[in-house]
């Protein structure tokens, strides 16, 4: 049974820092570039940030670079998200999210397998 467990979410004022992290269990994680997207309420979901399957390349959506790290530690088959400097627009529910390979670093919902159930994060001003 494939998981995704999304964790670190929380409330935090602007200017502060969160870091999400994502367990993966029930596939070969060596074998699928990871994502994160997040929905805001009334919001289509987008890709924030994406990584390869060895963390060797990665992408961000404008609104994140420089501010958003995403990486992974593929022996605890874990997706991490550092997010700094973080905004009132950053709010949203985050989403981990597994594309098995052949796969793009850049976030695609059509080419997702697997998603995890989110993890609120609120940024008030």
């Known amino acids: 049974q494939v998981q995704l467990v999304e964790s670190g979410g929380g409330s935090v004022q602007a200017g502060g820092s969160l870091r999400l992290s994502c367990a993966a269990s029930g596939y070969d994680y060596n074998r699928a570039c990871m994502a994160w997207f997040r929905q805001a309420p009334g919001k289509e979901r987008e890709g924030v940030a994406g990584i390869s399957v060895y963390g060797g390349s990665t992408y961000y959506t404008d609104a994140v670079k420089g501010r958003f790290t995403i990486s992974r530690d593929n022996a605890k088959n874990t997706l991490y998200l550092q997010m700094n400097s973080l905004k009132p627009e950053d709010t949203a529910m985050y989403y981990c999210?597994?594309?098995?390979?052949?796969?793009?670093?850049?976030?695609?919902?059509?080419?997702?397998?697997?998603w995890g159930q989110g993890t609120q994060v609120t940024v008030s001003s």
């Open positions: 999210a597994a594309a098995f390979v052949p796969c793009k670093v850049v976030p695609t919902q059509s080419n997702i397998n697997y």
